[in-house]
Structure formats: structure tokens, C-alpha cells
């Protein structure tokens, strides 16, 4: 039997995919740009509601796609939007589960990671950076990006969100702090008004691994790959490959 993973967005599912709406407006199209000419099979680690998933799907239309989600209820969000697509019902496959548990294909072409990769401690993130060096195909590429901090600094809260959709209007504020000499803990509020009322608020956590480009590129090196930058700086998007670019 496969391990459980935990689910860090059990309470916030409701929330987050909308929300991620306007920065993907941004990041769509330099990664689209990163994944132009990429093989497949893709491997989309933690497509939440499936986002990043439509722009893969657009940019390498011939690729198979494994969208790999563990949380139920964005992975609930993201099997109807493959499903309502007819243009990725035939070769999207959802996963659940985390990467390291998914079953995927024995050599990949593409593996892309957005807004992820700090739920991966360092003995995952070598296990990846290894799948990697074993799987990926000749021109094979993996794409993700790293989100500030680098350090272990406290955040100040601040609202990252807003949007109205019907009579309410919701909220999304965030604040972090340091927990350890490579982690921060953020601290999520979701809030909605109807009516101009308060008629719901969320409270969340999740722990966050740290990861800047110094140490990218080092953990990368012991495996043999190599990282680029790609796209304006403050998206954070690199590129993987098996060879200097």
C-alpha cells in the first residue's frame, strides 16, 4: 500500500485555485516559452486545479500529459477541467498521491513544477533531482520556479488577492515566519464577504522548504544537471536540463 500524504489545502481547496487565476495570468506565457519544443510525456507536479496544465496542454499539443495532485479537493477541481476539455480528456491523465508515490512512465520527456517545489525537503528534492538524471530523454527538460524568500526571514502579512464572483467578495492575506535554518511556516487567511458582510474566514499553515539558486544549481550538480534562468527575474523560472545550455 502507498503512503498517505497529508493534505495542507484540505481547508483552503475552495480558495486557492480561483485565486491562482490572476498571478497564471503572468506566468502562463514564460512558461510557455520554457516548454516550447520540450518532448513529452510531461509530468505536471502538484497542477492543483490544472492551470499550468491548460498552458502545457497548449504549448506541446501533441504531449501525453500526468498531472499529479495529491490534494482531493483541488484534484477534485482539476479531473472535471480535463474532463469538461474534450481537448485534454484523451490524454491528460490525473494522479493522485505526491510525485514520489505517482507511477509514471519509465523515461519522461518534460517535467514541469510550479509553485511547488518548497514542499519538498532536501532528501526529496534529491530523490527528484535523481529521477530526473535517470529519466529524462535526450532534449528532456524540467522547468520550476522559486519563490522568495531564499532565507529564513519573517514575512509581513499582506493580501496577495482579491476578487468578486457573485454577491461575495473574498480575500486572501499571508504571513510567514522562520521555523528552522531552511524552512518557514506560512500562515494563510481566506476570507469572504457577502454583501459587505464577513460571511466566512479560513485559517491555514503549511511549513515551507527554502531553496535559492546558489543551492539549486548545487544539489542539481551532484546529479549531473544543470539549471538556467529563463523569463523576466522576478517570476523565478529555471530550466533543467542534462547539459549546459
Known sequence: M???????YERSAEFVDVMLAAPWTALAPTLAEALRGAPGPVVDVGAGGGHGTRV????????????VEPSPGLRAVLLARVNDDP?????????????LQATLPPRLGTLVAMNVIGHFGPRDRRTIWRLLAERLLPGGRAVLNLQP???PVAVPLSRFSELRIGRRRYEGWGRAEPSGPDQITWHMTYRAFQD????????VEYAWWLLGPDRLKAELAEHGLHATPTGPTELGLWCITGSPV
Open 87 to 99: 481537448g485534454l480528456r484523451h490524454r491528460v491523465t490525473v494522479l493522485p498521491g505526491g510525485l
Open 56 to 67: 502545457i496542454a497548449r504549448t506541446l499539443p501533441e504531449a501525453e500529459i500526468h498531472a
Open 2 to 8: 502507498k503512503p498517505q500524504v497529508s493534505d495542507e
Open 149 to 151: 524568500p531564499a532565507e
Open 196 to 203: 459587505g458582510k464577513p460571511a466566512e474566514e479560513v485559517e
